[in-house]
C-alpha cells in the first residue's frame, strides 16, 4: 500500500512537471516563416530554418505541446534550407522530444530518414548517406506510419524549392 504522503509526493512531481512542460508564452518558433506541405493525406504546417543560427537551434527545447497537431489535425515540423547540397549529421542535443528527421536531396528524393533519440549528443549518430538540401524533422515515429523511407519522393513547398543551390 502506498503512504499518503508518497501519493502527494506523487501529485505534486506530476503537476510540477506538467506545468514545466506547458508552452507558457509564444511559441519562440512562431517568429519563423512557415510553408505547408502535405505526405499522402496528412497536412503538415514547417516552421522554415533558413539561416545559419535558426539551423543551429532548430527544434531545441521545443515540448511535445508545442509540436502539437493544429486544431484541424495539421501536424507541424521544420524544415532546415540549405543555399547548397551538404552532408552534415543532425543531432539531438537540447531537444526533449523523439524527431523523425528525413534528408531530402533537391529532387525532393528521401536519402535517409531516421527516428532520433531525445537529448542524444552524439555528434555523427543520424548521418546522411548522400548529400542533402533540406532536413525535415517531424513528431517521432510518423515517417514510418506514413512509409517514408529512402527513395520516397516528396513534393517539397514551391518557396523552398525557388532558393537556388
Request: with cysteine.
Amino acid at each position: 500500500m502506498i503512504s499518503r504522503r508518497t501519493q502527494r509526493l506523487a501529485i505534486s512531481m506530476m503537476t510540477f512537471l506538467m506545468m514545466g512542460c506547458a508552452p507558457t508564452e509564444p511559441n519562440e518558433l512562431d517568429k519563423l516563416g512557415t510553408v505547408s506541405m502535405s505526405i499522402g493525406d496528412q497536412a503538415f504546417q514547417l516552421w522554415v530554418a533558413n539561416d545559419s543560427q535558426e539551423r543551429n537551434t532548430g527544434l531545441m527545447f521545443i515540448t511535445t505541446e508545442q509540436m502539437a497537431p493544429l486544431s484541424d489535425g495539421t501536424e507541424r515540423g521544420m524544415i532546415f534550407v540549405f543555399d547548397h547540397s551538404v552532408r552534415n549529421s543532425f543531432w539531438m542535443k537540447n531537444t526533449i522530444i523523439p524527431l523523425d528527421i528525413a534528408y531530402v536531396d533537391s529532387e525532393g528524393v528521401v536519402v535517409t530518414t531516421y527516428t532520433m533519440t531525445p537529448l542524444d549528443d552524439r555528434i555523427n549518430q543520424y548521418p546522411p548517406d548522400a548529400p542533402y538540401r533540406f532536413a525535415i524533422e517531424f513528431n517521432g515515429g510518423r515517417l514510418s506510419a506514413l512509409n517514408v523511407r529512402k527513395g520516397t519522393t516528396l513534393k517539397l513547398p514551391a518557396s523552398v524549392l525557388k532558393r537556388k543551390p
